[in-house]
C-alpha cells in the first residue's frame, strides 16, 4: 500500500532563510502528488500538484517543489521564508495504481519561523 | 465565491448522542469526500461519494455514516459517538484533475 513520510514533524527556520521540507513516498511514481498548508483553525489550502509533466512545480506563496523519481521524493522550497509561512504543511499522494478515489497524507511538518 | 461549508465548527457532545456534521459546495463536484485529522497521524479518509447516491469507505469508516441525496451535500452521521471520534473532521470535493478542495473543518469533542 502507499505511504507517506514527511521527515521532520517540526522544522524551525529564520525570517529570510531558505525553507526546505521533505516528503517521501512508497510508490516509484504516484499518479499525483500534491502538498497543501494548514494555517493555525483553518482548513487545508492547495499549494501545489505535480502530474509528472516536470520535475519542479511552481505553487502559490513563492513555493515550489522538486520531485525526483528516482528517489520517490519531493522536496517543498520557498527561497526566503517569512513570518507568514509558519503553519503545518502536509505531502499528500493519490494511491497507485488508478486509486484517485482518495489521498494518502503524511503526518505533517509544522513550521515556525523566527524574527 | 467556490467554496466548502461545514457546520458545525466546533461541537462538544456526550457518548452515544447522535449527530450530525453538515458539508455543502456550491462547485457543482460529483466527488466529495471525509477526512479526519488526527495529530501525528496526518489526515485519513473515512468515506466518499462519487455522486448522489453513490458512496464508499475509506481508510476508517467504523463508526461513521454517509449520505449523498444530493450533489450540494455530504453530511456525516455519528449514531453512537464514543471517546476515540474526538477529532478534526474535513469534507472535501474534487475536481477533474483531482485537486482536492477542502472545508474549514469541524472540531469535535466526545466525553
Known amino acids: 500500500a502507499q505511504s507517506v513520510t514527511q521527515l521532520g514533524s517540526h522544522v524551525s527556520v529564520s525570517e529570510g532563510a531558505l525553507v526546505l521540507l521533505r516528503c517521501n513516498y512508497s510508490s516509484s511514481v504516484p499518479p499525483y502528488l500534491f502538498w497543501y498548508v494548514q494555517y493555525p483553525n483553518q482548513g487545508l489550502q492547495l499549494l501545489l500538484k505535480?502530474?509528472?509533466?516536470?520535475?519542479l512545480v511552481k505553487g502559490i506563496n513563492g513555493f515550489e517543489a522538486e520531485f525526483k523519481k528516482s528517489e520517490t521524493s519531493s522536496h517543498l522550497t520557498k527561497p526566503s521564508a517569512h513570518m507568514s509561512d509558519a503553519a503545518e504543511y502536509f505531502c499528500a499522494v493519490t494511491p497507485s495504481p488508478g486509486g484517485y478515489n482518495k489521498l494518502i497524507f503524511g503526518a505533517g511538518t509544522r513550521l515556525a519561523v523566527h524574527p | 465565491e467556490a467554496q466548502v461549508t461545514q457546520n458545525p465548527r466546533y461541537l462538544i457532545t456526550v457518548t452515544g448522542k447522535k449527530l450530525t456534521v453538515t458539508c455543502s459546495q456550491n462547485?457543482?463536484?460529483?466527488?466529495m469526500s471525509w477526512y479526519r485529522q488526527d495529530p501525528g497521524l496526518g489526515l485519513r479518509q473515512i468515506y466518499y461519494?462519487?455522486?448522489?447516491?453513490?458512496?464508499d469507505k475509506g481508510d476508517v469508516p467504523e463508526g461513521y455514516k454517509v449520505s449523498r441525496k444530493e450533489k450540494r451535500n455530504f453530511p456525516l452521521i455519528l449514531e453512537s459517538p464514543s471517546p476515540n471520534q474526538t477529532s478534526l473532521y474535513f469534507c472535501?470535493?474534487?475536481?477533474?484533475?483531482?485537486?482536492?478542495?477542502f472545508g474549514p473543518g469541524t472540531r469535535l469533542t466526545v466525553t
Open positions: 461519494s462519487m455522486n448522489v447516491e453513490v458512496t
Open positions: 472535501a470535493t474534487r475536481t477533474g484533475g483531482y485537486e482536492q478542495y
Open positions: 505535480y502530474t509528472s509533466a516536470a520535475t
Open positions: 462547485m457543482n463536484h460529483e466527488y
